[in-house]
């Protein structure tokens, strides 16, 4: 029995992420949110031919019964990015959101997994975890900010330009944060390894730290990524459901408190985390969630380590916002 509630879910990533759980045999109950739309939506995808079942809960007087006994929550409500704004201009608007709808899921879920989409990444995982530490509730093994488009991005990209690698299987490490340059691929630690020279490596690493805008331009007003992202979550909300009921390891990134781990998370601070609250770095799933910070037991490179010099430097300012935000300092 896994019952999942999608907030935002009539928006650009969230129909799309609400039918790919409607696929997920595992789901047996699916809880459509949003302010607008979301009756609609539930409507259509309730007759996909899976045997969960879907409801639907429209404005801010249904959010309580649309995140009472839920397993999962995921959340990507809020406003996109149009051409030339960056993650960070949507601060103002999706923090409040973000913290609306936490305050929800803690006060009638404080269990539930929480996996957050919605944009600044690198803030509103933050935001979370003060407003539930408020409510009693932060287990920072339960809260999760969604890394997994950068990590599909970065298997992707090394296929455009080594095609007979398997995009599908192939693991590239992503670490610090979610946003331009806090975005730090591992290339020099790819699963199976790939070769490649000094300057593939950075136009690699740019084009997957700014991979997004080529969305945001292409779609040229319309949005930011909503299907590669719905997939990609879908992907993480997947992981995160096997590896609570199979018992089974799975691993992905996410954008985690380091505390859910700090003999795992010890790596980290030394490669260039610091004293940062948070950082994205590769889970191990299991029942309650994150069961430890996979270390990566090898060397990076010297550019790897420098770019994660400059993605801590603007974490902790990310970080620091998302807080402050949540917990105005009197
Ligand atoms: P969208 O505008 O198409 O959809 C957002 C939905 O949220 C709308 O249906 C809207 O009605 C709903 N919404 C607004 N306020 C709400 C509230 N208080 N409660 C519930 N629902 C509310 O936007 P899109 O493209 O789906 O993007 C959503 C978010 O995801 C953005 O913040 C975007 O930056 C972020 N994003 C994150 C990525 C990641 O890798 N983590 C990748 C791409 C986008």
């Known amino acids: 029995m896994v019952s999942v509630a999608i907030l935002g879910a009539a928006g650009g990533i969230g129909q799309p992420l609400s039918l790919l759980m409607k696929l997920n045999t595992n789901v047996t109950r699916l809880h459509l949110y949003d302010i607008v739309n979301v009756p609609g939506v539930a409507a259509d995808i309730s007759h996909v031919a899976t045997n969960s079942e879907v409801k639907s809960f429209l404005g801010p007087s249904k959010l309580p019964d649309a995140v009472t006994d839920i397993d999962l929550a995921i959340i990507p409500a809020g406003v996109p990015r149009k051409p030339g704004m960056t993650r960070d201009d949507l601060f103002k608007i999706n923090a409040g959101i973000v913290k609306g709808l936490v305050e929800a899921i803690a006060e009638n879920s404080p269990r539930a997994f929480i996996c957050i989409i919605s944009n600044p990444v690198n803030s509103t995982v933050p935001i979370a975890a003060e407003v539930l530490a408020k409510k009693g509730c932060y287990d920072p093994r339960r809260l999760f900010g969604v890394t997994t488009l950068d990590v599909v991005r970065a298997s992707r990209f090394v296929k455009d330009i080594r095609p007979k690698v398997d995009a599908a299987t192939l693991r590239v490490p992503v670490v610090g944060g979610h946003s331009g340059t806090t975005i730090v691929p591992l290339l020099s630690l790819a699963s199976p390894p790939v070769e490649l020279s000094e300057k593939e490596v950075e136009e690699l690493t740019n084009r997957i730290q700014f991979g997004g805008d080529e969305v945001v331009k292409a779609k040229d007003g319309a949005g930011s990524a909503t299907l590669s992202m719905a997939y990609a979550g879908a992907r993480f909300a997947d992981s995160l459901i096997r590896a609570q009921q199979s018992g089974v390891a799975v691993v992905e990134p996410a954008f985690v408190a380091l505390d859910a781990d700090p003999e795992g998370a010890a790596e980290y601070r030394n490669l260039g985390a610091g004293s940062l609250r948070f950082f994205a770095v590769p889970v191990e799933l299991g029942p309650s969630g994150i069961k ?21 430097d603007a974490l902790a300012i990310n970080i620091d916002t998302g807080v402050a935000f949540a917990t105005p300092p009197a």
């Open 292 to 312: 430890r910070i996979v270390p990566l037991n090898a060397t990076i490179s010297t550019y790897e380590r420098k770019a994660i010099a400059v993605a801590a």
